[in-house]
């Protein structure tokens, strides 16, 4: 059993049911019809609530455990996830696929980090939306969650390659309130980006 499926093997949903807050504000952007991948989504908390906008959601996750438990939480709140497990070190990104790629907490080795990156320029359609939330590296002056491990954070300089090529409409980096479950309470130091991939026409 993975350190993920070990996490998550528990009747309760440890980083809780409900969206993460910079999501939740964002709910203007995901439109009835699109089509939306939730990546790196966990139990599927996320997953579940763009779902219950309206929008057709693709849900992947490292965690079979995960990926069970976002199914029944769909299955109580009356709506359908398209989960498939993939390990985002070996991604298939197909090109111009997704209305929004949506990624809350997502961390990983900094070559994962740069695939992740490039896969989410190519699997967005033009003008579409990536919406993010990270732990920054000042994180681990707070303990409130998060990997305990320098490199698993982010620094702006992460999305460089993302705001020369994309339309930035929001970031920030600085501390937010998080109380999201049981592992993120408490004043949380992040880094929030929202970038519109550039049409070519």
Not at 26 to 44: D, P, S
Not at 175 to 194: D, F, K, M, P
């Amino acid at each position: 059993m993975s350190t993920w499926d070990k996490r998550f093997n528990t009747d309760e949903y440890v980083y809780g049911e409900n969206p993460n807050a910079f999501v939740n504000q964002q709910a203007h952007l995901f439109k009835q019809g699109m089509r939306v991948l939730a990546i790196a989504e966990g139990e599927g908390r996320n997953a579940v609530w763009l779902a219950e906008q309206g929008v057709t959601v693709d849900m992947w996750d490292y965690s079979r455990v995960g990926l069970d438990k976002a199914n029944r939480l769909a299955e109580r709140r009356g709506v359908t996830l398209h989960t498939r497990l993939v390990d985002l070190a070996e991604a298939d990104w197909s090109e111009n696929v997704y209305d929004a790629i949506v990624c809350i907490y997502g961390h990983f080795p900094d070559h994962v980090k740069k695939s992740v990156i490039a896969g989410v320029g190519r699997a967005l359609k033009p003008d579409g939306y990536f919406v993010t939330e990270v732990y920054s590296e000042a994180q681990l002056t707070y303990g409130t969650g998060g990997p305990k491990q320098k490199e698993l954070l982010y620094t702006r300089s992460d999305f460089a390659t993302l705001m020369d090529s994309f339309k930035t409409i929001h970031f920030f980096d600085g501390t937010v309130e998080r109380h999201e479950g049981s592992l993120h309470n408490g004043e949380s130091a992040v880094l929030q980006y929202i970038g519109q991939k550039v049409s070519t026409s």
